[in-house]
Nanobody, 121 residues
Framework: QVRLVESGGGLVQAGGSLRLSCAAS????????MGWYRQAPGKQRELVAA???????NYAASVKGRFTISRDNAKNTVSLQMNSLKPEDTAVYYC???????????????WGQGTQVTVSS
C-alpha cells in the first residue's frame, strides 16, 4: 500500500509563511492527483489545493493567491507553500493522493496522519 508522511506544520504569526511537505512511499505503480486538505475544529474537512500528475492545479477560493502547491514526480512528493497566513487558516492539514499501487487493479485514495498548522493573530 501507499504511505504518506507529512512534515512542516507549526505555529506562526498572522502574515507569516509555512511550507508543508508530503512524501509518498510503499507500493506505487502510478501516483495520480495529490493534494492537501484541512480540517478545523468543528468543521468538515475541505480541499485546500490539488495537483495532477501533469501539473494542473486547483485551489480553494480562500487560499488562492496565497498558497502554492507543487510536486516532484521523481521523488513522489507534494508541497504546499503557504504565505500571508491568517488565523482562519488554523487547522490540521492532511496530505492526500490517489494512486494505483499495482500494475493491475484499481486506484485508491490515501491519507497522511495530518500536521497541525496554527496561525496566531
Amino acid at each position: 500500500q501507499v504511505r504518506l508522511v507529512e512534515s512542516g506544520g507549526g505555529l506562526v504569526q498572522a502574515g507569516g509563511s509555512l511550507r508543508l511537505s508530503c512524501a509518498a512511499s510503499g507500493s506505487i505503480f502510478r501516483l495520480n492527483a495529490m493534494g492537501w486538505y484541512r480540517q478545523a475544529p468543528g468543521k468538515q474537512r475541505e480541499l485546500v489545493a490539488a495537483i495532477t500528475s501533469g501539473g494542473s492545479t486547483n485551489y480553494a477560493a480562500s487560499v488562492k493567491g496565497r498558497f502554492t502547491i507543487s510536486r516532484d514526480n521523481a521523488k513522489n512528493t507534494v508541497s504546499l507553500q503557504m504565505n500571508s497566513l491568517k488565523p482562519e487558516d488554523t487547522a490540521v492539514y492532511y496530505c492526500n493522493c490517489n494512486a494505483n499501487p499495482y500494475v493491475l487493479g484499481h486506484n485508491y485514495d490515501y491519507w497522511g496522519q495530518g500536521t497541525q498548522v496554527t496561525v496566531s493573530s
